[in-house]
Each structure stands twice: as C-alpha cells, then as structure tokens.
C-alpha cells in the first residue's frame, strides 16, 4: 500500500499475512463484534450547531501548535470533504486531552457510555503482545472512541471518506498514522511511519468494517439517481 494511496475497504485477503503490526485475531473479532451491535443500536443523529461550532475551535486549536504544522494538510482535506468534525476529532483524540475530553461528552451525550466502559481491556491488541498495558489500554480506548463515533452516523462519515464503493480517502489512513506514530514517540517508542501504516490500516478497516455495508449501498443510490438526473 502506497503512503498516498487510499485505504481498501474490501474484505480482507483470506492469505494476508498476520505481521506483528496487524491487530490480534481476538482485538479484531472484540472490535467487530461491539461494531456491529453499534450499527445495530444506531440512534438518530441530535448533535446541535453549538456542538459543531465547539469541536471546530477544538479542532482549530490543536492546530495552532506548531509541533502539528504536518498534520494541518491531512485535517484539511478531510475538513474539505465535509467528514463530521466529531470524526475528525476522535482520530486526534489519541494524543490530545481537550479533544479526548469533547469526544467523551459527545459519546456520554450520545450513548451514555465512554469507550472505557464498552471493550474489554483484558484484551492484547496486537499479535505479539509485546505492548505495554497502558499502552495496550489507551490505544484499546481510542480505537473503541473512533467507533462509537462512527457508530453514531456511520453514512454520514463514510460516504464523506469515501473516494468510491471500495476505496477511503488515503488522507484518513496517513492522518491516523502519523496521530499513531506521535503518541507512540511520546511514549519513547519511535516507529518509523512505513512500519506503523500496515498497523493503522488494520485498525481502520476493523472500526470501519461493521457500517462498510450500509456505506456502500448509499453510494451506488446516490451514483443511480445522479444517473438518472442526467438523463433526464
């Protein structure tokens, strides 16, 4: 998979290769597991204006530190996708509080839950293991947060990311790496951004895979009817 390329949400290769930077068997079906009973308990959308206003100034803010100069491409761009700000803000929510902290409110607003409360933490989220505990945790939380996000309007999100019916935008995939590889440098694990994007491509198609489906469908309707305006 190229860095700039997109990220296929196609189902897996039955002979892919299970590396050490892919997520365990048992982190994948835990995941798609809470996923599916998400997009089965889907609630109507109620975020308001303020809340949209507020996570943008969030969203902002994290941007006005210098030290995330390289990310401001790959935010804009899903900003000039129109992807939902909560979404944006749940990918960078791995390595910054205040986003952590909007995140949570809008899921407690939401669902009445926190991703601390919906995975089990027990779990090794990769195959090695070899991840720290609290590492292992964190990492468990934000995947579960981004997740829940989604969960909340999954054709919303998706059909913004998606460049097709099997393709998300390759912004997505680099914007969540490089948030990876800041929050593993912060813990005095550098990781070079090639090791880590199988990692994080492994981990978006497991919070994407549940609401895919649903995705998908809404993009061909939307392609048909755009068809048929033209037509006519």
């Not at 079906?29 to 889907?42: E, I, S, V």
């Amino acid at each position: 998979m190229s860095e700039m390329g997109g990220l296929d949400v196609g189902m897996p290769d039955e002979g892919q290769g299970g590396g050490p930077e892919e997520l365990s068997d048992d982190a994948k079906a835990r995941f798609a597991a809470a996923g599916a009973a998400m997009a089965q308990a889907k609630k109507e959308e109620k975020k308001s204006k303020k809340k949209d206003d507020k996570v943008a100034k969030v969203i902002l803010k994290f941007l006005n530190d210098s030290k995330n100069s390289h990310l401001f491409t790959l935010i804009s761009r899903l900003v000039a996708r129109d992807c939902p700000s909560i979404f944006i803000l749940a990918i960078i929510s791995l390595i910054d509080d205040e986003s952590q902290k909007e995140v949570a409110e809008y899921l407690k607003e939401m669902t009445d839950k926190d991703a601390h409360e919906t995975v089990d933490e027990s779990m090794a989220l990769t195959k090695t293991g070899e991840i720290d505990a609290e590492t292992n945790r964190a990492l468990i939380d934000w995947i579960t947060r981004m997740q829940m996000v989604l969960s909340q309007a999954p054709e919303q999100i998706l059909t913004k990311l998606m460049i097709d019916d099997k393709n998300i935008d390759g912004s997505v995939l680099q914007l969540t790496t490089f948030v990876l590889q800041r929050f593993f440098e912060e813990r005095k694990k550098s990781t070079k951004f090639e090791k880590l994007q199988p990692l994080t491509a492994s981990i978006l198609q497991t919070v994407f895979e549940p609401f895919i489906a649903s995705a998908r469908k809404a993009i061909l309707k939307a392609a048909e009817n755009e068809s048929e305006d033209t037509e006519d």
